[in-house]
């Protein structure tokens, strides 16, 4: 019996659906199984593009692809907009990111410095520039550097563009959850939905985020979660997205086009805790407030709970995973937007029987068992 | 015509079917109009009775009518979970009032003395005596006051078993909303509703919290907005009310025997602002985690705006207002669950005739004009 598609993705968060955008587009037949799509750690991302900000410096692998990535946003954005007709509200005024102390300050030049080794452009700004940028910067901001080659975008339209765009090439949305795969001596693999249902495809893609571990047992992968709030102000309340570090840990805002802010985030490791806290509220206000005073003013529109897919080098996991004709495309940590062209290639052409593009073989799922 | 009902009550809070359900119980057929009874200033309400807490010393006649309610209440809620079947999560553990500073122990014990001449029970307790009784509080507190007369509700029990009794005592609920009242020259007047509909009436009582200004022009009625918060924890994450003075402001933690906790409240002046703003977030869980730092591992259950009717002197205004059968029961402010009974008292004293209790005198709504 010839396989229903020849590939299947497990999951249609934005690595699933982009790789499956890809896929669908190299003339491959495609399914994505997904009861919500884009529900998932993307529903709550911020959507930053911006690798240096993200990574430490130790993490340079990561840090490669990360850039790797970025440059492919522009065109990957131009494609999809052009494909979908949906507008994903991507943005390049850059990043401010900011600092309110000598230590804050001597950090950011650091920064600087070796953001410029990397080729990107960065200003060091003095705390009446940082004003002038974005008027509602506090008083107590002393400098800060603008990244002007960051950028960021809108995950859910990104989401919305991407499922429209997949459909529109021919690709199938299944409405169900993958529950297992199971090999078979002909043909590849298949999956299994809970509904009971089977789908016998030639080749299977475990894009499930922090659940990838359920359909490929001792895949590392593990749930990192993440609170995260929706503010709605006016309009141009702020016009870039604004970062600093505030009693010890990273905050920032992310304007969009509509008025929304993004305030992120929590990191915490507590398994699959799906509430929102008192604690992680207080803290994301908080931490926003020192930077920005006037969101207080704003309305809470959304608290969200997210689950990044964390591994234990924070370097995704993209390549052949399991049973001959399975891959994974998940453990994008923090960065699954901004990985997901660099992502969606690798699996098209591994799919396809091309060579990955280079900087993601360090992406190996099987480099933690040699 | 004979009017359709005795009397329509245009509004479904607290007061409005409190008044309801003591009036059909005198005999009277009685309607109430509201399309979404309990959902106004009642749905956010903490539920806290409380009355000398929750006054400044000058408002002498506030006080008097708080400390009648607060007795009337055993008798009003043991009638009503009685006739409704419906457990009102009556609780009578006290309030503990905690105090952080000398300067607040100083208040606490001006307070107590007062209370104490008004005959409710008091006790002065060290800090470590507090956390014996709610070992969840901050170390920072330094003494506190437990006021043992001091009880608390779920309001949202109390509509729930309203509209039950009442609707079992043969009371009507018409699901709509009450636009305008019309004086008529026979059988006293009548209702409109928004759908264009007319319900005739003997008598009206206008019990629509702070939109009753809309309905009785000139009704000195405002809305003071309300943020409060509902935090889910553990059963016995607190036993009694907590309240303290933070930054200046009152701030309280109200638990529920499901584990609920209510954090209120904001007080602001501005309009119908319904927003659930950061700034009312980011203050209320600030404060509350000075007093019981453990409410940071709480779920953030619910963030919720309310306009209390507020009146010039924070009294309710319960009696003639209008055209000849027209009554008022509304600006009860911050107490309308505290005042429900001796408001529902005299509201079916003056639809039957009789004398309400002379405690309600004070609350006439024509005072401000003699």
């Known amino acids: ?17 982009a790789a499956a955008w890809r896929t669908v587009r190299r003339g491959l037949s495609v399914a994505v199984a997904d009861p919500a799509p884009g529900g998932g750690a993307t529903h709550a991302s911020a959507g930053m593009l911006a690798p240096v900000s993200e990574v430490t410096y130790t993490e340079e692998p990561l840090l490669r692809l990360g850039l790797a990535s970025l440059a492919a946003w522009p065109g990957f954005r131009a ?57 509602m910067l506090a008083p107590s901001v002393r400098g800060g550097l603008l990244a002007r080659d960051d950028a960021w975008v809108n995950p859910r339209r990104v989401v919305r563009a ?96 509509d008025g929304e802010i993004t305030l992120g985030a929590t990191v915490q490791e507590l398994g699959y805790d799906a509430r929102v806290t008192a604690g992680g509220v207080y803290e994301l206000l908080r931490d926003a407030r020192e930077l920005v005073p006037g969101i207080t003013e704003l309305e809470l529109a959304e608290t969200t709970v997210g689950f990044r897919p964390g591994t234990p080098d924070n370097l995704p996991l993209i390549g052949p995973a399991g049973p001959p004709g399975v891959f994974a495309a998940t453990g994008h940590g923090r960065n699954g937007v901004l990985l997901s062209p660099i992502t969606a290639d690798a699996v098209a052409a591994l799919l396809t029987g091309d060579e990955p593009p280079p900087v993601t073989g360090a992406c190996d799922p099987g480099r933690f068992s040699e």
């Open 162 to 257: 991407l499922l429209t765009a997949f459909e529109k090439a021919g690709g199938t949305l299944v409405a169900g959850r993958v529950s297992g795969i199971d090999a078979s001596a002909t043909g590849g693999p298949s999956v299994r939905l809970t509904s009971g249902e089977a789908v016998a495809a030639g080749q299977v893609v475990v894009a499930a985020g922090s659940w990838s571990a359920s359909l490929l047992p001792g895949l590392p992968v593990r749930p990192v979660k993440g609170e995260i709030l929706r503010l709605r102000g006016p309009e141009g309340f702020l016009t870039r997205c604004v970062r600093g570090l505030v009693h010890g840990s990273p905050a920032y805002l992310v304007p969009r086009g």
């Open 1 to 17: 019996m010839p396989p229903t598609y020849d590939v299947v993705i497990a999951g249609g968060g934005v690595a699933g659906l």
């Open 79 to 135: 494609e999809l907009e052009d494909e979908s007709g949906v507008e994903l509200d991507y943005r390049t005024e850059g990043t401010l990111e900011v600092a309110r102390g000598a230590d804050d300050m001597a950090y950011l030049d650091d920064l600087a410095a070796f953001e410029r080794t990397l080729g990107l452009r960065v200003e060091r700004l003095t705390g009446r520039e940082c004003r002038s940028f974005e008027p």
